[in-house]
């Protein structure tokens, strides 16, 4: 079977409209791209869409037209994270001459160590929204606190009801992992010709899940990953995922 890039999104970005012509999505990126920049900065707590406007260089509306609220586009940013992590693994696995099974597990692995280390917003959002602030619901919306001047409250131009338009509005990214499971698994199984059965998908994920966490424990002990702790990581998935990718 011959290994085929997967570079087309699978999952619905959390988008209110999609952009049409070029134009717009250039201004979407810049968006996202300035939002991705601000998390590192202040952090999701602090974030908001008027300063990713105002960073990013556009009207506080054409925010609106694509998002209702910061965890609608901080959604779409780690979405986007995911089809860029799957494009880098892609073109890894790709130009990785006499591929097997520890070298295709060392692609997954290092390429999601680089971009914690070299993509921003990624050490906070890399393919999920980070838990609801107090007063915050899920869909990122503003509770109804007395005296809330939040801009995602403030009725600026382009804020419209969540759901309203085009396609809708989605305020999260249903279970990350398994998310990123189902994309690594395809890789897997098309660059090693490998069927992509019940059994892979199981191991894929609970390796996703292992490593998420390991991977957690290295930027916590060192803010550029601890190499001993990565090095551990990789013997654990070369143990548990070699053997069924063989």
Same mark, same amino acid.
């Given at each position: 079977? *011959?290994p @085929?890039?997967?570079?087309r999104?699978?999952?619905a970005?959390?988008?209110?409209r999609?952009?049409v012509?070029?134009r717009?999505?250039?201004?979407?990126a810049r968006i996202? #791209?300035?939002?991705?920049?601000?998390?590192?900065?202040?952090?999701?707590e602090?974030? $908001?869409?008027?300063?990713v406007?105002v960073?990013a260089?556009?009207?506080? &509306?054409s925010?609106?037209?694509?998002?209702g609220?910061k965890r609608?586009? %901080?959604a779409?940013l780690?979405?986007r994270?995911? #089809?860029r992590y799957?494009e880098?693994v892609?073109?890894r696995? !790709?130009a990785t001459?006499l591929?097997?099974?520890?070298?295709?597990?060392?692609?997954?692995?290092?390429?999601?160590?680089a971009?914690?280390?070299?993509v921003?917003?990624?050490?906070? @959002?890399?393919?999920?929204?980070?838990?609801?602030l107090?007063?915050?619901? $899920?869909d990122? $919306?503003?509770?109804?606190?007395p005296?809330n001047?939040s801009?995602e409250?403030?009725? !600026?131009?382009? *804020?419209?009801?969540?759901g309203?338009g085009? &396609?809708?509005s989605?305020?999260?990214v249903e279970?990350?992992?398994?998310? @990123?499971?189902e994309?690594?698994? &395809?890789?897997?199984a098309?660059? /090693?010709g490998r069927p992509?059965?019940?059994?892979l998908?199981r191991?894929?994920?609970?390796? %996703?899940?292992?490593a998420?966490?390991? %991977?957690?424990? !290295?930027f916590?002990a060192?803010?550029?990953g601890?190499?001993? /702790?990565? *090095?551990?990581t990789?013997l654990?998935l070369?143990?548990?995922?070699g053997?069924?990718? $063989?």
């Amino acid at each position: 079977m *011959d290994p @085929v890039p997967q570079t087309r999104p699978q999952t619905a970005p959390a988008l209110r409209r999609a952009p049409v012509q070029q134009r717009s999505a250039e201004r979407l990126a810049r968006i996202l #791209d300035a939002c991705a920049v601000l998390l590192d900065e202040t952090g999701y707590e602090r974030l $908001s869409t008027r300063a990713v406007a105002v960073r990013a260089g556009v009207p506080i &509306g054409s925010v609106y037209r694509f998002f209702g609220n910061k965890r609608a586009m %901080v959604a779409a940013l780690a979405l986007r994270n995911l #089809d860029r992590y799957a494009e880098r693994v892609s073109e890894r696995l !790709a130009a990785t001459p006499l591929l097997d099974a520890h070298g295709a597990i060392d692609g997954v692995l290092d390429e999601f160590i680089a971009m914690k280390r070299t993509v921003p917003g990624f050490a906070l @959002v890399d393919f999920g929204v980070p838990a609801a602030l107090p007063g915050e619901a $899920s869909d990122g $919306s503003p509770g109804s606190t007395p005296g809330n001047t939040s801009d995602e409250a403030s009725g !600026a131009e382009g *804020d419209t009801a969540i759901g309203d338009g085009e &396609g809708g509005s989605r305020g999260e990214v249903e279970d990350p992992n398994r998310l @990123v499971a189902e994309r690594i698994c &395809g890789l897997l199984a098309t660059h /090693l010709g490998r069927p992509a059965d019940e059994e892979l998908h199981r191991k894929v994920l609970v390796g %996703v899940e292992t490593a998420d966490a390991l %991977v957690r424990l !290295a930027f916590r002990a060192d803010p550029a990953g601890d190499p001993a /702790l990565v *090095d551990e990581t990789r013997l654990l998935l070369h143990a548990y995922l070699g053997p069924s990718l $063989s």
